[in-house]
């Protein structure tokens, strides 16, 4: 069981380039969520995911795109990075049949120039 | 923005003495969570406890929740060096499905062997 993984683990962007960050739990979970971290601010959610084939806003969506491929899967989009999405981004998963607690990734830490 | 609030910041105690956080949140919530953060990690849940709850044990730690304060506190016993991480309270505020949680800012507890 390897919970919840995370790809790329760092990952370096310049301005305006564009990557996919990928996120998958073997738990078979029904929600699976994104959140940023910043020095400071806690974590924040951007996306999520409470079954496959829907997805919501959280609180910073802007300049982020989401795909719940199938239940396994979530991916995240930057489609044009700025420097204001350097940050460290977890994906998490919970079951509500299992008490909603989530579980996290590993994190990928983003730095964009 | 933020929904819950830590209390303190940071705290900073010898081993085996006990930590006491709390976490103050604005609006009703079905459940509050407690995680911890070791340095470059993703988040680890420690405990839940439901609105309907007013106190919940594991192991070395002990969690009250008081709805009519709005407010919890985690209490972590006789504390160990692998303790030192980050906490974070996040609350649920409406469970089940459609659970997606809010976080808080986060305390840094620091035990001194």
């Known amino acids: 069981n390897a919970g919840v993984t995370q790809t790329p683990k760092f990952q370096v962007l310049k301005t305006g380039q564009s990557m996919t960050l990928q996120c998958a739990q073997d738990m078979n979970h029904n929600s699976m969520y994104w959140y940023r971290q910043d020095p400071g601010m806690g974590l924040r959610l951007i996306y999520y995911?409470?079954?496959?084939?829907?997805?919501d806003k959280g609180e910073v969506p802007n300049g982020y795109n989401v795909s719940r491929l199938n239940k396994r899967e979530f991916s995240l989009r930057l489609e044009s990075a700025a420097p204001s999405q350097t940050s460290v981004y977890f994906c998490?998963?919970?079951?509500?049949?299992?008490?909603?607690?989530?579980?996290f990734g590993p994190g990928t830490r983003l730095t964009v120039t | 923005s933020q929904q819950g609030e830590e209390d303190p910041q940071a705290l900073s105690i010898q081993e085996g003495e006990n930590a006491t956080m709390n976490c103050s949140y604005k609006?009703?919530?079905?459940?509050l969570q407690w995680y911890r953060q070791n340095s470059g990690r993703g988040l680890v849940h420690l405990i839940l406890i439901r609105s309907n709850e007013r106190e919940k044990h594991s192991g070395r730690l002990r969690v009250t929740l008081d709805t009519s304060k709005k407010s919890s506190s985690l209490l972590i016993t006789a504390s160990r060096a692998a303790d030192t991480a980050s906490y974070f309270c996040?609350?649920?505020?409406?469970?089940?499905?459609?659970?997606?949680?809010?976080f808080g800012k986060g305390i840094t507890l620091s035990v001194r062997p």
């Open positions: 609006t009703s919530i079905n459940n």
């Open positions: 995911s409470a079954s496959e084939g829907t997805t």
């Open positions: 996040a609350t649920d505020a409406y469970g089940g499905a459609n659970s997606k949680l809010t």
């Open positions: 998490a998963s919970s079951e509500a049949q299992r008490g909603n607690e989530q579980y």
